[in-house]
C-alpha cells in the first residue's frame, strides 16, 4: 500500500482563512517533503523536513512532523486564491533505497 | 519556470504507434526521473537515473523504454502502448540521487492519450 496518504481529500475555504493538510505514512522515514501542483502541471517543490525536525517555516508554510505518530501537517496560513491547487506529501525509508513515495494528495480551493 | 522542459507537451498516439517523450533539465543535476500520474491514482515512480546510469526501474512494462543519453537529456520511448498507458508523464531532476534527500524539479509534463 502507498506510503503516504493525504487529509483531507479535498478542501475549500475562504480567501484569508487558514488551510491544514495532514500527511500519515506507514514505515520509518528520513524525510518528508511537500509539493504542489497546479491543475495539469508539473509538481513544485514546497519544504523538505528530515527526521530529526519537528517544525519547519517558509513563508506563509508551516510544517509539523511528528515520527512517533507517522503523520505530518502542512498549514497554510492567509490562504490566497493562488493557493488553489492539489498538494502531495511524499516519504522515502528507511529501508535502503532513496525513492520517495507519493500520496493521491489534497487538492485546495480557495475562494475569492 | 522549473529549469525541466518535456516536448511535446501534448501527444494522441494509436496503440500500433511508436513516440517518444523528451525531457531536459537546466540545472546541472545527476539525476532524473519519470513519473506516471493517472486521475485519482498517487504519483508513481517509472524510472531513475544517476550520472546516466539507470537505478531504479519500478517493475515498467518493456513498452515503455527510457534512454539517458547524458545527464541533461532523458527520454521516454512508447511502442504499443495501450489505453490504460494514457496519463500525465511527468520529468524531475535533483542534485543527486542519494541519502542526502534532494529536493526534485518537475517539468510540466507529457499528456499521453492513447487510442
Known amino acids: 500500500s502507498q506510503q503516504g496518504e493525504e487529509d483531507p481529500q479535498a478542501l475549500s475555504i475562504q480567501e484569508g482563512e487558514n488551510a491544514t493538510m495532514n500527511c500519515s505514512y506507514k514505515?520509518?522515514?528520513?524525510?518528508l517533503q511537500w509539493y504542489r501542483q497546479n491543475s495539469g502541471r508539473g509538481l513544485v517543490h514546497l519544504i523538505l523536513?528530515?527526521?530529526?525536525?519537528r517544525e519547519k517555516h517558509s513563508g506563509r508554510l508551516r510544517v509539523t512532523l511528528d515520527t512517533s505518530k507517522k503523520s505530518s501537517s502542512l498549514l497554510i496560513t492567509a490562504s490566497r486564491a493562488a493557493d488553489t491547487a492539489s498538494y502531495f506529501c511524499?516519504?522515502?525509508?528507511?529501508?535502503?533505497?532513496?525513492?520517495?513515495?507519493f500520496g493521491t494528495g489534497t487538492r485546495l480551493k480557495v475562494l475569492a | 519556470e522549473t529549469g525541466v522542459t518535456q516536448t511535446p507537451r501534448h501527444l494522441v498516439m494509436g496503440m500500433t504507434n511508436k513516440k517518444s517523450l523528451k525531457c531536459e533539465q537546466h540545472?546541472?543535476?545527476?539525476?532524473m526521473y519519470w513519473y506516471k500520474q493517472s486521475a485519482k491514482k498517487p504519483l508513481e515512480l517509472m524510472f531513475v537515473?544517476?550520472?546516466?546510469?539507470?537505478?531504479e526501474n519500478n517493475s515498467v512494462p518493456s513498452r515503455f523504454s527510457p534512454e539517458c543519453p547524458n545527464s541533461s537529456h532523458l527520454f521516454l520511448h512508447l511502442h504499443t502502448l495501450q489505453p490504460e498507458d494514457s496519463a500525465l508523464y511527468l520529468c524531475?531532476?535533483?542534485?543527486?540521487?542519494?541519502?542526502?534527500?534532494?529536493?526534485?524539479?518537475f517539468g510540466p509534463g507529457t499528456r499521453l492519450t492513447v487510442t
Open positions: 514505515t520509518s522515514i528520513n524525510n
Open positions: 524531475a531532476s535533483s542534485q543527486d540521487y542519494g541519502p542526502l534527500s534532494y529536493e526534485q524539479y
Open positions: 511524499a516519504t522515502d525509508s528507511t529501508s535502503g533505497t532513496y525513492k520517495y513515495i
Open positions: 540545472l546541472g543535476h545527476n539525476a
Open positions: 523536513i528530515r527526521s530529526n525536525e
Open positions: 537515473y544517476n550520472f546516466k546510469e539507470q537505478t
